[in-house]
């Protein structure tokens, strides 16, 4: 087995994408040396920089997906994606409906997301929530390098839109360009075994809205994705020492929604603990309590998230953002009470 | 420190000490920077004085600036607490936004001045400001700022188009060091930038930004003309960014490359030059030389350090009465060593001041 970095396994993946099927176009902000490998395998016609015109660059993304292509667009931070918001809300995500499914949009939105490296609320948000609250996306959210290269060959393999999320804390090269600057005297929480791990000599597709137990446990179920999978894992040991056992679910897919895995974990366990580092109201946290509730359970809920815009002091975004405190607190209230 | 100088009068003595406050100033932001005390990213205006002094100098109550992700140097200009910008950018309590914002994301009411990070957003703030101004405070005008990689912003021409429809009191600063982000903007840009704002109807008006004296006077007039209602102008700029995008750029790591990130960087561009399945050889040799030329001359640019507004201006100060320019630049040094000071005190000590 192969061991690389959640970048690389992403690089690694697109290379074997695109030398299977040619019609897979990169377009982006800074593709150029961003993604210079692919550019220099594949030429500038498969590899096109852009310029910082986001609406334009996703809408065309659109039309070229329907066409005959498989774009894979780069909005280089998920909290820019607001600027290209009408081409993904109004067009990519309707398509398909309003032809009647006789159109398909096969595109992927590359963006990266997360916070925890003093980049101030207008460059941490994670947003999956607030993105898969729209029919017709597909929102995904890999925690690890071997989902990161397989839910990018099933991104770039499926036939409607698909937003792909890749957290700054695990990704190496954002993370050294807009938190670390070749500094070495700046601290970040990544979790290493998020960061870099195995990865298969061949990639295959992760089935879309499949999630998967990161962890077993009887007492307490905490769902979560992105890096609040890690925090989760290791809050979970903590709280077996206090003889509490947490089964850790990691969603990798926000729409759709693993939800028969969910509700098999939480019957077993009748405890329910979100670990969401996107926004708690009107989302992915809510949505899993519905989705609980609908399936007739009656369970105790909690849970863990961004409350607010996150503050650009470390200290006040280390408070805002999941931690690992904020978790094994919430998880022995909702035990003991 | 406050300059009583009549703001109509070109006074380049000023203009200097003005530049060489906010360099000294970005001078100890990129030390506190790269000893960890700033997190994150930092996106500095060195390079981009001339430009910022010639038209912030000019500004007064009620005019507003509506600020990209450089905003340090438009905000002292105009007068903020340089005390309690230093201590945003640590993240500190008592900065400016009570170390919410940080430095891509500062805001004075009281000076109408708001930035963000978001690419092209000036444009349509300027014109919000300049709207609230003609109802609220005629005679009063906006100011964007922004880099030509925003203008390739549907929302940027969208600004221009709303500021001429309704010949709005808006100077459009556009900032053009030729990169956007890593990007050439030749590459990815059409026609240019002059036409492009007049075919929205805008007076334009080419500076070359490494010149204070040139930016102060041409502000002077279109100030004026902004005042009386004569409708927008597109002001073009050229200047160099002098630490790159941002600190840390990897363009500019490629100055003093380490033997383990080359090799790093070398192995996967050797196999992407080779494997099987992709574009035929010609084209991949293509862009890696086109990529290798582009580094080598931004790294020369860098190095050349071409547009760099203060030195000339010194050179001819100097000339004129090097004392008076010993004595200034004494001055201001000791006003820097004083914000820095008094921000990085730690924040027990404040009561006892």
Redo the contacts between chains.
Sequence with gaps: MRTMNFGEAI?DAL?QA???DPNIIIMG??V???R???????????VL????????FVGAAVTAAMSGLRPLVEVSLV??I??TMDALLNHAAKVESFSGGNWKVPMVVRATCGGG???????EQSLWGWLAHIPGLTVLVPSTPWDAGGLMIAALAHDGPVIYLEHKLLSEVWL????????N??KFDVPLEGARGGVPKIWEPIPIGQGVIRRDGRDLTIVSLGVSVHRAIQAAAVLEKNGIFTEVIDLRSVAPLDKQLVIGSVSKTGRMLVVDEDYQGYGLSGELAAIVLEAGMSIKYSRVCTED?I??????EYQTLPNVERIVESAVNLVNN | MENPINPSVLDSWHFYSQMLRCRLFEKQVMRLWQEGAIPGEMHLSMGEEAIVVGIVDQLEDGDAMALDHRGTAPMLVRGVDPVLLLKEFMGRPDGLCGGMGGHMHLFSPEHHAASSGIVGSSGPAAVGFAIANQRLRPGKISAAFFGEGATNEGMMLESFNLAAAWKLPVMFVCKDNGLAVMTQSASVTGGNLMDRAKGFGLRTIDVNGGDVEAVWEIANKEITRLRNGEGPVFVHACCLHMEGHFLGDQLLRFEHPSMSATIKMVIPLVKAHVQSKGAPLRERTAVLMETLGSTRENVRKHRSKEGDPIPPLRKKLSSMDAEKLISIEEQVQKEIDTIIQQATMPVEQMGEQ
Excluded: C, K, W
């Design positions: 690089e290379m695109m030398a299977n902000e800074d150029a040396g961003l210079l490998n692919l550019r220099v395998r594949f030429g500038r016609n498969r920089n852009t310029p910082i015109s986001e609406a334009g909290d820019f607001g600027v490296y003093g980049d101030g609320g207008q460059h050294d360009s807009l938190g670390g600057g070749s500094r005297n700046v815009t503050p650009f002091s470390r200290q006040l």
